[in-house]
């Protein structure tokens, strides 16, 4: 996530600030660019960009978009201009594994956008998909006209053509901006995007922090061996993501013992899912409304946010460490299940899964001794197939893909550097670790206990039950 942009500091459109120093991005602009449309900034690197330092307008401390980038704009006459363009992407989802997707200025989702509350905004949209799309500025104070919905307040962008939307960014807050135009396709094909417009001036309710970072809750529906999404689906989603990006492929939110962090989540999907943080207690202090007032919060460690929502969290991290960070539906922290498969727990099936593949490409089998099993055998799975599970720590495998990441908590970590420190050393004495000596036999449950009533029509024999680890992957 230390990479610069050279797309960028190639063009000298505009540059990003270095990660660690902090320099203040120069903004120039030539003759010709002031007289057309702004030149579009592309970004085809999936790194998490450093924040955009403002070279021009009001001063604000920038975002980190996890494994995004915010889109540079130029000054025209005191308006922020911003060229944004719809288009087919390539989006590398994990390392190895490349989705067709669509998004915005060479990505999925779209650079977020950061303005000033008060700022006069001017949007260039230009759509380069094969069909019509709008922009909805999700949450936004605007003109009727300006929010975006095709049909009902502006004719819709068809391809090749150039739209402008205009308005001031009244309120501050977080934002999203999605496709108002056959949204079923283009949001379930990636087009989506944040927008953070920061405070003027001192707000009693936005509290200042030293690391701002945002990422939206998308999911897709892509077959293993195939590389575009399935537009249709409503319920079966296999590939559970954080800025088009599945774990172990998302950057760790990287930050200083004692910063004051706050992390901005927006979901687009089509479920809820209820974000869990370790380690630490955070406060849901935004929503797309904006911000909460500070009598209605309380500390949580996990927060449900539903579908069009957006949640800012904030905490104080002050316990070092690498502490995970995910979405506590377990179905979402796995990758690429395939559907209807068996479950073969208690079959050893490493050498069958192996034939049978050779057969049938698409073919998967759960594991033998439950799901941990896929995340260490060699499993054969068709040709650019997210890996289920894959991530590997400092102890072993994390048994988890999808939504998860680290939050990483380190003393020696500098201001404003967002670099991966690599693992946490943990101080001696401070790890779980086997127990070898002398063990007492542990207390066990006894007794199921009594009951309200006497139960009617009571069977012959008593009847138990096995617990099966589940076959299918549809009731999420
Ligand atoms: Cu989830």
Redesign the pocket.
């Known amino acids: 996530m230390n990479k610069e942009s050279d797309v960028n500091s190639r063009r000298g459109f505009f540059k990003l600030a270095g990660i660690a120093g902090g320099a203040v991005a120069a903004a120039s602009v030539s003759r010709v660019a002031m007289a057309a449309l702004p030149e579009p900034v592309i970004q085809t690197g999936t790194d998490t960009m450093a924040p955009l330092v403002p070279g021009t307008g009001r001063p604000y401390n920038p975002v980190a978009t996890l494994n995004g980038w915010t889109l540079p704009w130029r000054m025209n006459q005191g308006v922020k201009e911003f060229h944004l363009v719809a288009e087919p992407v390539v989006r590398e989802m994990a390392p190895g594994f490349k989705a067709h997707l669509w998004g915005y200025n060479g990505q999925s989702p779209g650079p977020t956008i950061e303005v000033v509350e008060g700022d006069r905004i001017r949007m260039f949209v230009t759509n380069k998909l094969p069909e019509h799309t709008s922009v909805h500025w999700h949450g936004q104070r605007l003109p009727n006209g300006m929010d975006g919905v095709s049909g009902l307040t502006q004719p819709a962008i068809q391809p090749g053509k150039t739209f402008v939307y205009e308005f001031i960014a009244r309120r501050p807050g977080t934002f999203m901006y999605h496709p108002h135009a056959d949204e079923m396709t283009q949001m379930a094909m990636g087009m989506m995007g944040f927008w953070v417009t920061h405070p003027k001036t001192k707000n009693p309710l936005i509290d200042e922090v030293q690391r701002d970072f945002c990422f939206l809750?998308n999911?897709y529906d892509i077959d293993p061996g195939s590389y575009t999404p399935k537009i249709m689906t409503m319920m079966d989603f296999n590939l559970?993501s954080w800025n088009s990006r599945i774990f172990p492929g998302i950057d760790s939110l990287n930050v200083r013992l004692n910063d004051k962090v706050r992390i901005r989540i927006g979901n687009l999907?089509m479920?809820?899912?209820?974000?869990h943080l370790h380690g630490h207690e955070f406060l849901v202090t935004g929503t797309d409304g904006g911000p909460t007032p500070k009598s209605t919060r309380w500390y949580e460690v996990t927060t449900d946010i539903a579908v069009g929502q957006m949640r800012q969290i904030e905490f104080l991290a002050d316990e070092e460490g690498d502490w995970a960070f995910h979405?506590?539906?377990s179905?979402?922290?796995m990758n690429a299940m395939g559907h209807d498969v068996p479950t073969l727990i208690g079959v050893d099936h490493r050498d069958v899964a192996r034939k049978i593949s050779r057969l049938i490409p698409d073919y998967m089998v759960m594991g033998e001794r439950g799901m941990a099993d896929m995340a260490e055998m060699e499993m054969p799975i068709p040709d650019n197939t997210a890996p289920m599970m894959t991530g590997q720590g400092p102890f072993g495998s994390v048994e988890m893909g999808?939504?998860f990441s680290v939050l990483k908590v380190r003393k020696e970590q500098k201001t404003g550097d967002y670099k991966d420190p690599g693992w946490f050393k943990h101080p001696a004495g401070t790890v779980a670790h086997e127990y070898t000596g002398a063990i007492a036999e542990p207390a066990r449950f006894k007794s199921e206990g009594g009951q309200s009533m006497p139960r009617a029509n009571k069977n012959a024999s008593d009847t138990v039950v096995q617990v099966r680890k589940p076959s299918s992957h549809s009731d999420?």
């Open positions: 809750l999911a559970w999907t479920t809820n899912h209820p974000i979405c506590h539906k179905h979402h922290t999808g939504m999420h």
